[in-house]
């Protein structure tokens, strides 16, 4: 079937997709598209993600929103996956958040923020403590 651009009908939606609850193409909860999970198991994968980004691992956060990045896109679909791929964005967000105003008080602020407790914090002074510079 040949596309074109010329649409004789102005409320057919050229591009069924990008409006998935009233096209009949299927849109799947995955990147994979039809390679990627069922619902059933995409909840599952989603709820684990979610979970196992509280254990120090945002980095499934990041997984979960890309790997279900369909879900995110498309509001009104897949409300069982919805809050997990929603709540992992929200956590990497924070996360991120922390992680880089941390980073950045730490090295902007340095001794003139922390005092004499910087000898302390920096690591290249706990490995001259612990004796992990020097050749023995």
């Known amino acids: 079937m040949e596309h074109n651009n010329n649409n004789p009908n102005p409320n057919r939606n050229p591009n069924p997709i990008r409006n998935p609850l009233s096209s009949s193409v299927p849109v799947w909860p995955t990147i994979d598209g039809a390679l990627g999970l069922t619902e059933e198991d995409s909840v599952s994968y989603a709820r684990n993600f979610y979970n196992f980004g509280f254990a120090l691992l945002p980095l499934l956060w990041a997984v979960n929103c890309f790997y279900f990045w369909p879900v995110l896109r498309h509001s009104r679909s897949f409300p069982r996956i ?55």
């Open 82 to 136: 919805r809050p997990y791929v929603v709540g992992s964005a929200i956590g990497l967000t924070v996360f991120t958040a922390l992680l880089c105003s941390w980073a950045l008080t730490f090295s902007l602020g340095g001794e003139r923020l922390f005092g004499p407790v910087w000898d302390q914090l920096v690591m290249y002074n706990l490995a001259d403590k612990l004796g992990l510079t020097t050749w023995s």
